[in-house]
């Protein structure tokens, strides 16, 4: 089994009478995308704040990458790199001149010039190296300050909204560069406003709403949770879809498009279920295919706001 590179048990944090996180419990396997999505308000930026040692919790227990957060916060912080929701560059300074501040700061042996090019090269910036990074597009901002991130070598690395103001291509590129982290065997804790995006990178995802967690699984394990899972059997004849829809009383059907929609749990034994019982009538559908709810429905029935309000 993998090993844990985060775990959280009961973090409680409170604000004056204001609690913010209420008996939060947190496994995040390493080498995986963790995405936790919630609405504003919902706790997010302070469990993130708790696990990066920003502030202090309340109670509970928290372990990033073998330590504890509240007794061993340098170790923490040696094994961790944080982007934030704003890329942190200067802006003053070349492409080139900020990774080589980094480098500075981790002290790293032989003043870190290799590392540079090869950080540089890995993100599509060694054309721009000597240009001031006031000049970047957004995109190319934030690879630089993911770059500087990895600087340090940090086993896990906090994500915040990453791909905030990019454009789509931009986005794009982004995700290839996380996939590409967690080949290595980088563990990636992303917070995210984009639902597209949690849905294509993240391994597991939880759900918070008013400090505590509402759901937590794959993709497909919340999307399966909400109702609207159905099977869409398409037909080549009218006759045959008139059969059907006899047979499947509990469907409903589409005359122009000659399908029926059949309530389902999107299971195989379900599914075997359901084209069994269209073989004993000798109907055969042209098509296939299982449907479910996406994590926008998914987000909506959980914290009963639309994804619209969910934008930090």
């Given amino acids: 089994m993998t090993a844990s590179a985060i775990t959280v048990s009961g973090l409680r944090k409170a604000y004056k009478d204001k609690v913010v996180l209420d008996g939060v419990d947190l496994d995040v396997r390493a080498g995986t995308v963790f995405s936790l999505l919630g609405p504003n308000g919902a706790g997010k930026t302070t469990t993130v704040n708790v696990l990066t040692t920003l502030i202090k919790a309340d109670g509970g227990t928290v372990r990033v990458a073998g330590h504890d957060v509240a007794t061993e916060a340098k170790a923490v912080r040696a094994a961790i790199g944080v982007t934030g929701q704003f890329a942190a560059v200067d802006e003053l300074l070349t492409g080139r001149e900020n990774l080589q501040l980094m480098v500075d700061l981790h002290r790293a042996s032989g003043g870190g010039k290799r590392m540079v090019a090869e950080l540089l090269d890995r993100f599509e910036l060694t054309e721009s190296a000597g240009k001031p990074a006031s ?6 901002r934030r690879k630089l300050d993911l770059a500087m991130t990895l600087v340090g070598n940090p086993r896990i690395i906090f994500l915040d909204e990453p791909t905030t103001g990019l454009d789509p291509r931009s986005r794009r590129t982004m995700w290839s560069i996380i996939r590409g982290l967690v080949a290595d065997g980088v563990t990636i804790f992303l917070t995210t406003q984009y639902l597209e995006e949690a849905d294509q990178l993240a ?9 505590r967690l509402v759901a937590q699984g794959t993709s497909d394990d919340l999307k399966r949770q909400i109702p609207g899972t159905h099977v869409r059997l398409r037909f080549t004849t009218v006759t045959e879809l008139d059969t059907a829809a006899r047979v499947l009383s509990d469907a409903t059907r589409d005359d122009e498009t000659l399908t029926l929609r059949v309530p389902s749990d999107g299971g195989t034994r379900s599914l075997r279920s359901l084209l069994d019982r269209l073989d004993e009538y000798s109907l055969t559908a042209e098509e296939c295919s299982v449907h479910t709810p996406d994590l926008d429905d998914v987000f909506l029935a ?4 639309p994804t619209e309000v969910a934008a930090k």
């Fill in 135 to 140: 000049t970047y597009s957004g995109g190319m």
């Fill in 203 to 211: 391994d597991r995802i939880a759900v918070l709403d008013q400090g």
């Fill in 302 to 305: 959980l914290t009963g706001r």
